[in-house]
Structure formats: structure tokens, C-alpha cells
């Protein structure tokens, strides 16, 4: 069976995440370990360019092609998102985006 060495990073859009990651990401590097982060995409250009070097893949949660959708379920905007997509792909990094299939009402968090 084959030995992967792979750091897998989620919820990078936690204050300070990206400072640990980056920290962690360039010890790994030495190592020769992968790192992914699994992201909905959520990412300053400037971090992701920081970051990019120790960055094997990611994978993208794409919530929805529609900008409303993402302002009114997700308080935030899909133009972001589908750039941060771009920027990892010239950047180098290999992307996987993956579409979520969200509630189609904004009520199930309130359960």
C-alpha cells in the first residue's frame, strides 16, 4: 500500500489560520510532505500568492453560480470565489472545485 505524506488544512477562514498554515506548510515543504486545503474559496490574493509555494492541490466547495445565493445564504459574493479559483490555477496549484448541494432554504441552520 502506498505511503502518502499529505497535510490536509479546513477552515482556513478562521483568524489566524493562514499564519499557521503558512508556518506548518513551509516545515512540511522540508519534509517533502503535500499540503491541500479543502476552502470555500475565501482567500485574500495576496495570502494566496504567499501561499501558493507550499501548496500541493485544493479543493474548492462552490456553493452556487449564483452571486444572490451567495450574498443572501452565504453573506458573501461569488465573483471573489470563482477569482480565488483562477488565481490558484495560475499560480500553479492544482485545483479540484467541488459543488456543494446547500439547503435550498436559509432556515436549516436555525434546527
Known amino acids: ?5 499529505l497535510h490536509l488544512y479546513g477552515a482556513n477562514y478562521l483568524p489566524g ?8 506548510a513551509k516545515l512540511d515543504a522540508e519534509k517533502s510532505m ?14 494566496l500568492k504567499e501561499m501558493a509555494p507550499y ?8 456553493k452556487s453560480f449564483s452571486d444572490e ?15 480565488a479559483i483562477q488565481l490558484y490555477k495560475t499560480l500553479g ?5 467541488t459543488p456543494s448541494s446547500p439547503p435550498l432554504s436559509t432556515t436549516w441552520w436555525r434546527i
Open 69 to 83: 445565493f451567495y450574498r443572501e445564504t452565504c453573506g458573501s459574493r461569488l465573483q471573489p470565489v470563482l477569482e
Open 1 to 5: 500500500m502506498p505511503e502518502y505524506n
Open 34 to 47: 503535500k499540503n491541500v486545503f479543502v476552502t470555500n474559496g475565501s482567500i485574500t490574493k495576496e495570502a
Open 55 to 62: 501548496l500541493y492541490t485544493a479543493n474548492i466547495d462552490l
Open 17 to 24: 489560520f493562514l499564519e499557521y498554515a503558512y508556518d506548518t
Open 93 to 97: 496549484v492544482w485545483i479540484e472545485v
